[in-house]
């Protein structure tokens, strides 16, 4: 889905925000309807997680949507043993992270934000988009 230097960048991020967050066990980028584009995990279960993200984002998108909260930002689940956060990267993708029960959730929140908007700027980069004022200016019905 996005060539190999965009996901080689998005490994790498990964692995950066992993630094950053020690308590994460697991950082997984996918597409918003399932598919992964890179991970950093001891996990073999990317693909069921993956899936599993694109369907917990169907219904949390259809949630902001009817409660009037507007556009998909992030979701959080706490279990037992620990938490599962996802995080909006533009529109066509998404960062899902795993952490451990002890993880300060205002850190984890922090980091992944800045993450997800890098996440971001590779994709758009990698497919030969641009965002932000100047691609508006060159597509005035986006702005």
Not at 103 to 116: K, M, P
């Amino acid at each position: 889905m996005v060539p190999a230097e965009t996901e080689a960048g998005i490994l790498a991020e990964l692995r950066r925000l992993r630094a950053r967050v020690p308590q994460l066990s697991g950082a997984l980028a996918a597409s918003a309807d399932g598919l992964v584009l890179a991970q950093d995990s001891a996990a073999a279960e990317a693909e069921s997680v993956a899936a599993l993200t694109a369907a917990a984002l169907g219904v949390a998108q259809r949630l902001s949507d009817c409660t009037g909260q507007g556009g998909f930002r992030e979701l959080l689940v706490r279990g037992e043993h620990g938490y599962v956060a996802t995080y909006a990267a533009g529109e066509a993708a998404v960062l899902t992270l795993i952490a451990e029960p002890r993880v300060n959730v205002g850190r984890l929140h922090l980091e992944a934000r800045r993450s997800s908007v890098r996440i971001t700027e590779l994709i758009e980069h990698g497919l030969g988009r641009r965002s932000g004022p100047e691609a508006a200016a060159d597509h005035p019905d986006r702005s």
